[in-house]
């Protein structure tokens, strides 16, 4: 055993390059940092099986070379609805769940969704409320808009125009309101 409680710390295989092992269950103390000094673009912590947990803390990556800072990869996933990657908060009320920024992208783009799956007929993006969708994006760009109620918007263009080519538009109203309204 090994006690780092020292003023002056431990300092493992320094100057060797052999590998270190820790056993299955290597424990450091609460407030001691663990630091690997590495090499930019080189593994340098491999987890090669099992899970990895933080319990009450934060994860930070800061990532300066050209590839992905956070890749995700199951090849086993098929029909699971939690999501390979699945973020969940109770307790946020007024602040934005994900915030994704990219100041830099001038004509690239910001999310891009794919799937090249043969019979392809699920949605690129589907928002739910709880009880029934409300908002999807599915093949060849269709999009459904669960709406309101007939008077309410469930569409609302403030600037712009829509261009309709080679295609068909189709109103059915089923109540009081107007059909269509021009001013």
Known sequence: QVDGNGSGGVDISS???GTITLGSATTVASAK???ITGTAGTTYFDLTAGDATIGDGSLAIVDNDQAAALAITNNTYSTNTTGILDINSTSLSTGD????VANGVTSGTMIYLE???SGF????IRCHDGAANVFRVGLNGLTTIKGNAVGTNALVLDAGDVTLTDGALSVTNTGTADVLSVT
């Open 15 to 17: 100057t060797s390059t």
């Open 33 to 35: 940092l663990f630091t």
């Open 97 to 100: 769940g994900v915030t994704f």
């Open 115 to 117: 799937s090249s799956a």
């Open 121 to 124: 007929s699920g949605n690129f």
